[in-house]
């Protein structure tokens, strides 16, 4: 037991809607899934990812609810929703990543067709309007316009470069949960619940 507790992901909520669906914010509850009225399963993956989680292997995926909440049937058809909730989540971030890089491609072929007007207008107005200005005036216009060219280049580029990142990490965690042992089990009643009231 004490082996499994170790490599635990745990979900604490009160309906097994509250795995998919956000609920309304609660902050009188000790979950803090619940407390933030987040989605149980998209709110641990995202924090399993900010610990730097890579996969769910050797890991087993506990939900725990209410007594009360618990059926018969319950664990395979949690089992069942989780694999396909998985499938769908990596289609949606392929389909985002595809998306995104068409965008970033097309914004940086046009940033770099601005950028490649831009040096022309400088060439041209250095040789021109500024031929007789002086080299500080020169070299405050020309910096100015490389501000403009980098803000220009910049945004799609660090979307090319970096955007995907996210989505392909989470695809990494979805794909593995495939594997993942899940378990449906009802929640500890601590002390407090079972001490009779005085």
């Given at each position: 037991?004490?082996?499994?507790a170790?490599?635990?992901?745990?979900?604490?909520?009160?309906?097994?809607d509250?795995?998919?669906?956000?609920a309304?914010?609660?902050?009188?509850?000790?979950?803090?899934?619940?407390?933030?009225g987040?989605?149980?399963?998209?709110?641990?993956?995202?924090?399993?990812?900010g610990?730097?989680?890579?996969?769910?292997?050797?890991?087993?995926?506990?939900?725990?609810?209410?007594?009360n909440?618990?059926g018969?049937?319950?664990?395979?058809?949690?089992?069942?929703?989780?694999?396909?909730?998985?499938?769908?989540?990596?289609?949606?971030?392929?389909?985002s990543?595809?998306?995104?890089?068409?965008r970033?491609?097309?914004?940086?072929?046009?940033a770099?067709?601005?950028?490649?007007?831009?040096l022309t207008?400088?060439?041209?107005?250095?040789?021109?309007?500024?031929?007789?200005?002086?080299?500080?005036?020169?070299?405050?216009?020309?910096?100015?316009?490389?501000?403009?060219?980098?803000?220009?280049?910049?945004?799609?580029?660090?979307?090319?470069?970096?955007?995907?990142?996210?989505?392909?990490?989470?695809?990494?965690?979805?794909?593995?949960?495939?594997?993942?042992?899940?378990?449906?089990?009802?929640?500890?009643?601590?002390?407090?619940?079972?001490?009779?009231?005085?």
């Open positions: 037991m004490s082996t499994h170790s490599a635990d992901i745990l979900i604490r909520i009160d309906t097994i509250q795995l998919f669906n956000e309304s914010i609660n902050p009188f509850s000790d979950k803090p899934i619940v407390i933030l987040e989605a149980g399963l998209p709110y641990t993956i995202r924090q399993e990812l610990r730097g989680l890579r996969s769910w292997k050797g890991k087993r995926l506990v939900i725990q609810l209410p007594p909440q618990v018969p049937d319950l664990q395979s058809q949690v089992v069942n929703a989780v694999r396909k909730y998985a499938q769908a989540k990596i289609e949606q971030n392929n389909a990543i595809r998306i995104s890089r068409w970033s491609v097309i914004g940086l072929c046009l770099i067709l601005i950028a490649a007007a831009l207008f400088l060439a041209i107005v250095t040789q021109t309007l500024l031929s007789s200005a002086s080299d500080a005036v020169i070299g405050i216009f020309a910096g100015l316009v490389t501000i403009f060219i980098w803000s220009t280049v910049w945004n799609p580029w660090d979307r090319l470069v970096y955007e995907w990142i996210e989505p392909w990490r989470e695809n990494r965690i979805l794909r593995s949960l495939s594997n993942t042992e899940i378990i449906v089990q009802p929640e500890p009643i601590s002390a407090d619940r079972t001490r009779p009231q005085a």
